[in-house]
């Protein structure tokens, strides 16, 4: 159940909740002060408890929708730079547990309470978490099994996003290197990647997920065209 919040809820615009199968949601929405879109994740336990990925203010109608879903327990801040709405989601849901990889909690502890790791969440047959390998625990992965497939959830180690235009666009285009479809950008690259290797590895071991339909991104578009084939196409590029 939510509280009363002694802070303003922030409510950036955003899109409606998609229900993508019976145990996985998603919501994309803006990213204050740029021209990104960040995207939120909400996955159902075989219990009925909520795991939130990159956790993003909603306005009331969608967080009263995910409130209905099931009860709120676990909010993952997936790195270090993803903690703008983390502090709210955790004075929302004081109940909750606050995660992140082990290698960004220095950073995240910064901006919020922590309760620990992805060894805090509870075993599930459909959900696995885990530190992406290659990234000294600063970024981690999600697998979801649902009946209709398999999702792989990413934060910023795969981007998905079409080029803009304007100068902010060619900023994404040439310096950064994150736009342009499925990619490892030139941040992450500078920021989390400290084994190319052991990354590329995991790429392809992950593209190999049985029964995999889609490919969920923190930044901007799904992957619902050939995810297997991107995730080998992105590996082959480090």
């Given at each position: 159940m939510a509280r009363v919040m002694s802070e303003p809820w922030t409510v950036m615009p955003h899109h409606p909740l998609e229900k993508l199968t019976e145990n996985l949601w998603r919501v994309e929405?803006?990213?204050p002060g740029m021209g990104l879109k960040?995207?939120?994740?909400?996955l159902k336990l075989g219990d009925g408890r909520l795991v939130i990925h990159n956790a993003v203010a909603l306005e009331a109608s969608a967080m009263e929708e995910i409130e209905r879903f099931g009860e709120v327990a676990f909010v993952i801040v997936p790195n270090g730079f993803h903690r703008i709405d983390a502090p709210r989601f955790a004075e929302r849901y004081p109940n909750a547990k606050v995660l992140c990889p082990p290698g960004a909690a220095k950073s995240v502890a910064k901006k919020v309470r922590l309760d620990g790791s992805?060894?805090?969440l509870p075993s599930d047959p459909n959900v696995h978490y885990a530190p992406?390998?290659?990234m000294a625990d600063l970024?981690?992965?999600m697998v979801v099994k649902s009946e209709s497939g398999s999702t792989v959830i990413f934060n910023d180690a795969v981007f998905n996003m079409p080029h803009r235009g304007g100068f902010?666009?060619?900023v994404f285009k040439h310096v950064t290197q994150s736009s342009g479809g499925p990619k490892f950008t030139r941040v992450a690259r500078f920021f989390l990647l400290k084994d190319k290797a052991a990354f590329a590895g995991?790429?392809?071991r992950l593209a190999q997920t049985p029964e995999l339909r889609r490919v969920i991104v923190s930044h901007h578009e799904t992957i619902t065209e050939g995810p297997a084939d991107t995730l080998r196409a992105v590996a082959d590029t480090l």
């Open positions: 929405g803006d990213v960040r995207v939120m994740s909400v992805y060894d805090v992406l390998p290659g970024e981690g992965h902010e666009g060619m995991e790429l392809r």
